[in-house]
């Protein structure tokens, strides 16, 4: 029994010892990974200062060829009408149904109405490209818009794996079938 009690005497001290003991506090190296994210996202903002001001180049040309120009919205993207009217504007859970035409900038079709077909969903809970809905938020039943979205509200880094590549800026004429709402 005395040799039981001697392990828990020299157990405790062993214990208070190392809680007494000056501990070290290491920092953490920094590693190639932090180094690859601030670079790419040094890339990425540079590349998508790049890419504005050569859509809003782009924007600057068609002043001249369209009755109605291109206006610049908040969520980074750029839209005109083509039919509007006075109806309400779609909301937060509405659901919408709507078709577009997918082109690039040199006006080539990527995808017709026909491929694109009629699509819904509703906002806010949406499942398609983020530029498309920011438009949606914009328009009214029976309108009709063209938008252009820079790649970064569109398809992105990987396209849409089909037809449309990389970093890929996009002209879309949208249209808002119907929109109902909860």
Same mark, same amino acid.
């Given at each position: ?65 369209? @009755?109605? $120009?291109?206006? &610049?919205?908040?969520? #980074? ?6 039919? /509007?009217? *006075? ?20 006006? @080539?079709? $990527?995808?017709? &109405?026909?491929?694109? #077909? ?6 806010? /809970?949406? *499942? ?48 808002l079938i119907d929109v109902k709402s909860p």
């Open positions: 029994m005395k040799i039981y009690n001697n392990n828990i005497v020299y157990l405790f001290l062993f214990l208070l010892f190392a809680a007494c003991q000056k501990k070290e506090i290491f920092q953490p190296e920094q590693s190639k990974h932090t180094d690859y994210l601030q670079n790419s996202q040094k890339y990425s903002k540079i590349r998508e200062t790049n890419e504005r001001k050569y859509l809003q180049k782009w924007v600057n040309k068609q002043k001249d060829s369209l @009755q109605h $120009i291109f206006e &610049t919205t908040s969520s #980074g993207i750029w839209i005109r009408y083509v039919i /509007k009217n *006075n109806s309400p504007l779609a909301k937060l859970n509405d659901q919408v149904i709507y078709t577009a035409e997918v082109k690039d900038l040199n006006n @080539q079709i $990527i995808y017709s &109405t026909n491929e694109f #077909g009629n699509k819904q969903g509703i906002l806010g /809970k949406f *499942n398609e490209i983020r530029g498309i809905e920011s438009a949606l938020y914009k328009m009214r039943k029976g309108e009709t818009v063209e938008i252009l979205l820079p790649s970064f509200t569109a398809y992105g880094l990987y396209g849409d794996e089909n037809k449309i590549g990389a970093n890929a800026p996009l002209l879309i004429k949208l249209n």
